[in-house]
């Protein structure tokens, strides 16, 4: 089983930037996604951005040239950089792993919200 703990949500201005970090632990095999989806109130959880093994990477339109998501493969880290904030962007984020061995496995998840 792959553990996944994620930090750095917050409350944010709209504009402003926040970091998502996700740490991946546990029966780790060989890491085929890692990656970030976003759940609103009310709303379908929904894809914010996915790494896949090889380095390319995709994003929902809605936050594409917005936020960028970066692997440290040596510590099983993803991150979520998230710029130019919008109301619209508060939501529970959460990170998601696809390990060969375990299958797929979500984070608790990390509140994000955009306020004046």
């Known amino acids: 089983q792959v553990q996944l703990v994620e930090s750095g949500g917050g409350l944010v201005q709209p504009g402003g930037s926040l970091r998502l970090s996700c740490a991946a632990s546990g029966s780790i095999s060989s890491i085929k996604t890692m990656g970030w989806y976003r759940q609103a109130p009310g709303k379908q959880r929904e894809l914010v951005a996915v790494?896949?093994?090889?380095?390319?990477?995709d994003y929902g339109d809605s936050v594409k040239g917005r936020f960028t998501i970066s692997r440290d493969y040596s510590k099983n880290v993803a991150h979520l950089q998230m710029n130019s904030l919008q109301f619209e962007d508060t939501a529970v984020y959460l990170c998601n792993v696809l390990d060969l061995s375990t299958g797929l496995s979500w984070g608790q998840g990390t509140q994000v919200t955009v306020s004046s």
């Open positions: 790494m896949y093994s090889n380095g390319s990477t």
